[in-house]
């Protein structure tokens, strides 16, 4: 950063400086054109999520309203974020039908956009996510960073489609733009103080002010979140998946020169609740001998859950639960206006540390007595970009960027006492041998370094007055380095020997090998690519702009960091140890409106999207092994159509309405990991009960999915909403009693990556609604509830490993409610 500053100082000195401004007559403001005066609220929450065209983004690196950008973009305002309760990413999925995000615990979370993004249900440090997270400009590369709490934000705005020609790190599905409010020379202060059932608690405050008039402002910014967990371990009495995180952020704006602002900005972010189980959802038929499923293991310990009712919230896992992180950094923004181009640097640092413990076996047997992956990460980042100020016959911008990530992960498994008995077959003279397995422990070293550069630009080329086009081309490289040293131990400390011989002379240590095997291996990917596209957009009237889109993507190759499959001689498959990268093929048209005065907007958009190399888990048969693992999965297709509607009718209601219809197929995927159903057996199977005739036929070691379709995607989803105001005085109060109502529904989606009839997740709709009082000081009072109506429904659904036909799930949060009051100053 201290480079950064230096360059643009010194290049500084060679341009006249301009006097500070008056501060009664103008305001500084950012690259975007945002006064930082201002807190650019954007209106209620119909108006915040759509939005007429005065709506301000960035999506292009320039200030746009959001009707004139030929983009498949949402926006939701800061105000609508506090009014709704989305305070994090998994909440925003409620407003927005195209986000998708998932997540059993932060390592182990997905976001999604039209379905893509990240391979459903695995984590694998060694590839990249296809959905960017920029928070203030600055990329996020730990998915984990989505699962913060939102403090002090001004706006996000959620891009659909690639993104690669215009932002730092390319991104193949979307980009989710983060922004915070800015320091104020005016002097601010706002606070926030939630309380509701299960204990919740929530505070949010921030203050704003110059320290040096017109020249040196801050901003300084925090929140703190408390829950109690939605589940009760009966073994323990404490309750799981609860909230527990604080957050702190603080930035300096200095107005250094007429032309010149710098924004140093940090922040620090602390979680560490008692969290994330997944509880017994129900029971599956696999193909394993009777003997070795779910319930006769269960019938043979003499064991049974707490409850088969998930919605009865209890568990007796008999592992403790954490999922401590700590994740934070520093930028540099820089932003120096030239006149006829503007000069944008953003430098930044961020690191994330994490360290979990989980129950791996779902259930309060002593099977897997220890499964965690401690990670330590950090990342450094520099982009540096040049674009074009005001409208020219062309604009456009140009830029640079370098991102450099290293990551070190512990992990640890050791299996207990029920192991043998759990895990061995039957007919192995160890099953009935608990010390077989109790205690034996793999610790697994890992290491990964991630370096990517990339030139990028994007032109517009207005060609009449309603017509534009505008090209775009980005070059990028990407290494990739990685270790993988694991180390297996017996209950009684020696080191596990699978060599051929070893496992010849004992069956103990067949039995051994074949729960936990060591392997080393030192993966390694580099690669050029070249992507682009082009968008033809036409301005048919004022507020009707249609736009047409082309675009060729890459999603960088990887390496798989999470173990390889075996050959005969236990030595690890090194064919299998890098992933190519994707290739994107994404067609797109829109159309944005607005009619009747502007009170109503209705943006529409068609797209087409095509993978070849999706990366995915895949079983494959010719290296004669059952393991799954990290590779390419031939080729998937998404399409569909979105809507996003607002509607004002009168000066006190708004409307507002959006939905997605989305069609996601895997075209050819010949050698997936078989649903459960067809799991466990050694013999071929015609097909898969969740699958159509003709299609998921399996051999012994895999299953052809080819024609069905892609996990976490519900065909229809909408979300939908209202507000309605009336006058009202309450002391000597003025303001407005308002009513709100916000919406989402779902159909029914797949939650395994191979679709099974155990694992799809039946539809469903959730109704929040809120009463309170706005006051015209600036006074905001209200009380909500969420799931207002108590619906039972799954997050996700997953599968105990060992093809036993457990199936376990986490619900979604219980009908909660509470009063939440705010008041700026």
Not at 87 to 104: A, D, E, G, K, M
Not at 557 to 574: C, F, H, K
Not at 625 to 645: M, P, Q, W
Request: glycine share 10%.
């Amino acid at each position: 950063m201290s480079i950064t500053l230096a360059f643009l100082l010194a290049a500084q000195a060679a341009v006249p400086v301009q006097p500070a401004p008056d501060s009664a007559q103008s305001t500084p403001t950012d690259a975007a054109g945002q006064s930082r005066d201002s807190t650019r609220e954007t209106g209620r929450l119909g108006t915040a999520q759509q939005g007429g065209g005065d709506i301000v983004v960035t999506a292009r690196r320039r200030a746009e309203t959001i009707q004139s950008v030929p983009i498949a973009i949402s926006v939701i305002g800061g105000q609508a974020i506090a009014d709704t309760g989305a305070y994090n990413v998994n909440r925003i999925t409620q407003l927005q039908p195209t986000l998708q995000f998932y997540s059993t615990n932060p390592r182990n979370s997905a976001a999604n956009i039209r379905g893509l993004g990240a391979p459903f249900g695995l984590t694998n440090d060694g590839i990249e996510q296809g959905v960017g997270i920029y928070v203030d400009q600055v990329y996020y590369s730990r998915i984990a960073s989505a699962t913060f709490d939102f403090t002090d934000t001004e706006r996000i705005e959620i891009l659909r489609g690639p993104q690669g020609t215009l932002y730092g790190k390319n991104t193949t599905a979307g980009a989710i733009n983060i922004y915070t409010r800015k320091p104020s020379f005016t002097p601010e202060a706002r606070i926030e103080l939630t309380a509701g059932n299960l204990q919740f608690v929530q505070a949010k405050a921030s203050v704003s002010g110059p320290l040096v008039d017109d020249r040196l402002a801050i901003r300084l910014s925090s929140s703190i979140t408390r829950r109690n967990g939605t589940i009760e371990n009966v073994r323990t009495g404490k309750d799981v998946n609860a909230q527990d995180n604080q957050s702190l952020r603080g930035q300096l704006y200095w107005h250094a020169t007429g032309n010149l602002d710098l924004t140093l900005s940090g922040d620090y972010n602390h979680q560490d609740p008692d969290c994330c189980a997944q509880i017994f959802a129900r029971v599956g038929k696999t193909q394993r001998p009777t003997a070795r499923q779910y319930d006769a293991l269960a019938a043979a310990f003499g064991y049974a859950p707490p409850s088969r009712d998930a919605f009865d919230r209890v568990t007796d896992l008999d592992t403790p639960l954490r999922a401590r992180q700590e994740l934070g950094g520093a930028s540099l923004l820089a932003e120096w206006d030239l006149g006829a181009v503007s000069l944008t640097s953003v430098s930044a640092w961020r690191f994330w540390d994490w360290k979990p413990s989980n129950d791996r076996d779902f259930i309060g047997l002593p099977i897997t007595t220890v499964s965690a992956n401690p990670s330590q990460q950090e990342q450094v980042s520099q982009e540096l970009r040049l674009s074009s100020n005001g409208r020219n016959t062309v604009d456009y911008v140009a830029g640079l960027f370098y991102f450099h990530q290293t990551i070190d992960t512990q992990g640890l498994q050791v299996q207990g006492p029920a192991a043998s008995r759990y895990l061995l077959n039957p007919t192995s003279a160890n099953a009935s041998n608990p010390a077989v397995l109790n205690g034996l422990t793999s610790v697994n070293t890992i290491g990964f370094e991630n370096t990517s550069a990339a030139g990028f630009g994007k032109l517009t080329w207005h060609v009449t007055d309603k017509l534009s086009f505008a090209p775009g081309v980005r070059v990028n490289y990407d290494k990739k380095t990685g270790s993988y040293v694991s180390v297996v131990t017996t209950g009684a400390g020696a080191v596990l020997n699978c060599s051929t011989a070893a496992q010849g002379a004992s069956s103990v240590v067949r039995d051994q090998c074949g729960t936990l095997a060591p392997q080393v291996y030192t993966p390694d990917f580099d690669d050029w690519n070249v992507s682009g596209d082009a968008t033809l957009a036409y301005d048919v009237a004022q507020d009707i702009h249609a736009y047409a889109t082309y675009a060729r993507s890459y999603k960088s190759g990887g390496i798989n960091l999470s173990g390889l499959p075996l050959d005969g001689a236990n030595n690890p498959i090194l064919a299998s140890a890098t992933v190519k990268p994707e290739t994107v093929n994404h067609y797109e048209l829109g159309l944005k409106t607005q009619f009747l005065d502007r009170r109503v907007t209705l943006n529409l958009a068609g797209f087409w999207t095509e993978i070849n190399d999706y990366q995915a888990t895949v079983t494959n048969g010719q290296l004669g092994v059952l393991r799954g693992y990290l590779a390419n999965a031939g080729k998937v297709r998404t399409r569909g159509f979105e809507f996003d509607s607002a509607f004002r009718p009168t000066s006190r209601f708004n409307v507002y309405a959006n939905g997605a219809y989305t069609d996601a197929k895997y075209v050819r995927f010949v050698d997936a990991p078989c649903p459960p159903e067809l799991s466990g057996g050694s013999a071929p199977t015609a097909t898969s009960p969740a699958a159509p005739a003709g299609t998921g036929t399996v051999s012994p070691s895999n299953c052809n999915i080819s024609g069905q379709r892609l996990p976490g995607i519900s065909k229809w989803a909408f979300s939908y909403g209202a507000e309605y105001d009336l006058p009202a005085r309450i002391g000597d109060l003025d303001g407005q009693v308002y009513l709100g109502y916000d919406g989402s529904y779902r159909s029914t989606f797949s939650s395994n990556p191979s679709p099974s009839a155990y694992t799809n997740i039946k539809g469903y709709a959730l109704s929040n609604f809120r009463l309170g009082f706005r006051g015209e000081d600036r006074l905001n009072v209200f009380a909500w509830v969420r799931n207002a109506f108590g619906k039972d429904y799954y997050e996700l659904l997953a599968l105990q490993s060992g093809s036993t036909g457990l199936i376990v799930g986490q619900p979604g949060d219980p009908r909660t409610y509470g009063v939440t009051v705010s008041r700026s100053f």
